[in-house]
């Protein structure tokens, strides 16, 4: 178990001119909360702990905010994130045929990473990108219009 984590200097500035943009720093943990997660590639407890010393907040008023938004991850996961959206619109246009072929190809369900630590595959409820359904995110690279093909050509070009 992680207790303490330090983030970078740079991380810390960002953070910090985040911060200065409210009258409250409470409302600067979504923005640092993804600094962090970047840097560190999940929100592990010591990051939850460093988010809150660094904002003056209890642990717990970060945490609930990492665990309520889906684009947080708690748990490690692999070095790309991919997030196929599954609602109305992209499951009409073919979702489900796209998230099969993913799953297929990397061999994990979802909510799994890849044995070798590459890819992590997830669900997601709305990404908004309705007109260019089905689409899915890797990392933060939206990627519209799938087919099972482009899916292909999409795991080609991960490192």
Sequence with gaps: MEIDYQL?????????????????????????????????GWVSEGVVNSVAAMLSLQPIQVYEVATFYDMFYTQPVGRHRIRVCTNVSCMLRGSKDVLDQLKNRLGVDVGETTSDGKVALFEAECLGACGGAPMLICNDRYVENLTPEGVDQLLSELD
């Design 8 to 40: 970078s200097d740079d991380v810390r500035e960002k953070i910090e001119a985040e911060a200065k943009k409210y009258p409250s720093r409470r409302a600067a943990v979504k923005s640092a909360l993804r600094y962090a997660q970047q840097e560190h």
